[in-house]
């Protein structure tokens, strides 16, 4: 949700109306209603002025309603989800798993080839 969007929704929830609001931030209705819409961004300083309208902190007005994405752990998720979640990523960071995995598995081969050569001594 963007920020304009966080914003309407609080000052909705609060009942208050846009020209309170803007006058708080003292700035045009019109710049105001731009902000809402996403036509224009929000300044730290009016995010400090909402904070204090809303009886809210900056992080709680950023993170209205809880919308933060959780810690992702692919450790005891079955290997078709694992393998789905990999590709989910950027073709930068897919290829660089993809990398790692080649390097293990070389290193585990050459391992193995020399505790079996050896073990043949």
């Not at 909705?12 to 209603?33: F, P, R, T, W």
């Amino acid at each position: 949700m963007s920020i304009g969007r966080i914003i309407k929704k609080i000052r909705e929830d609060k009942g208050l109306m846009q020209k309170e609001v803007s006058a708080h931030l003292a700035i045009g209705n019109s710049n105001y209603n731009k902000l809402e819409n996403g036509h224009r961004e929000l300044s730290v300083d009016e995010l400090l002025k909402l904070s204090k309208l809303f009886n809210l902190t900056a992080d709680q007005i950023l993170n209205y309603e809880n919308i933060i994405p959780e810690e992702v752990t692919i450790e005891d998720k079955p290997d078709f989800e694992k393998l789905h979640l990999i590709n989910q990523l950027d073709e930068e960071d897919r290829s660089m798993i993809f990398k790692m995995v080649d390097k293990m598995l070389t290193t585990k081969k050459f391992k193995d080839f020399f505790n079996k050569n050896i073990a043949a001594l």
